[in-house]
């Protein structure tokens, strides 16, 4: 609005229909506070990609390869006896989660080789079967990951896979 308007009398005009339908075509996203959103992708993907490492482990290991309860339970801010209760409670986690996922790739599994054994043989059946098998995969994988950590929390120190697999002293997570 230019001084000059308003000196002819005709006061301040209404908003033109371009401006009507503008606004109507932002107010989702004025609403929806997608900017907002937007700014918060962006700068999580800045923050994951500006990191370039994965993290640094907060638990602490000895000369001999043990969990150091005593620096691990001062860098998580707790006394040690909350400390060993929270490994408890983690090494309960890991149980249920490892069962879990074993049952559902099991589950998985059994009914991939159900529809294997019951499907008509074309080029598309054959090519969804090939690609429903890394889902199964990742089961059995997210699995044997619980199962390792259950395993390494167990015996208070860090463990290699080969000793996990070849252990003698119980494989299953418990």
Same mark, same amino acid.
């Given at each position: 609005?230019?001084?000059?308007?308003?000196?002819?009398?005709?006061?301040? *005009?209404?908003?033109?229909?371009?401006?009507?339908?503008? *606004? %109507?075509? $932002? /107010?989702?996203?004025?609403?929806? +506070?997608?900017?907002?959103?937007?700014? =918060?992708?962006?700068r999580d993907f800045h923050e994951l990609s500006a +990191?370039?490492?994965?993290?640094?482990?907060?638990?602490?290991?000895?000369?001999?390869? %043990?969990?150091?309860?005593?620096? /691990?339970?001062?860098?998580?801010?707790?006394?040690?006896?909350? $400390?060993?209760? !929270?490994?408890?409670?983690?090494? *309960?986690?890991? @149980? +249920?989660?490892?069962?879990?996922?074993?049952?559902?790739?099991?589950?998985?599994f059994l009914g991939w080789l159900y529809r294997l054994? #019951?499907? #008509?043989? #074309?080029?598309? &059946?054959?090519? !969804? =079967?090939?690609?429903?098998?890394? =889902?199964? &995969?990742? $089961?059995?994988?997210? =699995?044997?990951?619980?199962?390792?950590?259950?395993?390494?929390?167990?015996?208070?120190?860090? @463990? !290699? @896979?080969?000793?996990?697999? /070849? %252990?003698?002293?119980?494989?299953?997570? +418990?």
């Amino acid at each position: 609005m230019s001084p000059r308007d308003e000196d002819r009398g005709g006061g301040p *005009r209404p908003p033109s229909v371009l401006r009507h339908i503008g *606004r %109507a075509a $932002f /107010s989702p996203w004025r609403l929806l +506070r997608i900017e907002e959103s937007v700014a =918060a992708i962006r700068r999580d993907f800045h923050e994951l990609s500006a +990191r370039g490492q994965a993290r640094a482990s907060r638990m602490r290991l000895d000369e001999a390869g %043990a969990f150091d309860l005593d620096a /691990s339970s001062f860098l998580h801010g707790e006394r040690r006896a909350a $400390f060993e209760d !929270t490994l408890i409670v983690r090494q *309960r986690s890991t @149980v +249920r989660n490892a069962w879990i996922f074993l049952g559902l790739g099991a589950l998985f599994f059994l009914g991939w080789l159900y529809r294997l054994m #019951t499907m #008509t043989w #074309t080029a598309n &059946a054959t090519l !969804t =079967a090939l690609q429903f098998m890394p =889902a199964c &995969a990742v $089961f059995f994988l997210l =699995a044997f990951r619980f199962g390792l950590e259950n395993y390494q929390i167990r015996m208070r120190r860090k @463990v !290699t @896979v080969m000793e996990y697999l /070849s %252990a003698s002293r119980g494989f299953w997570p +418990r």
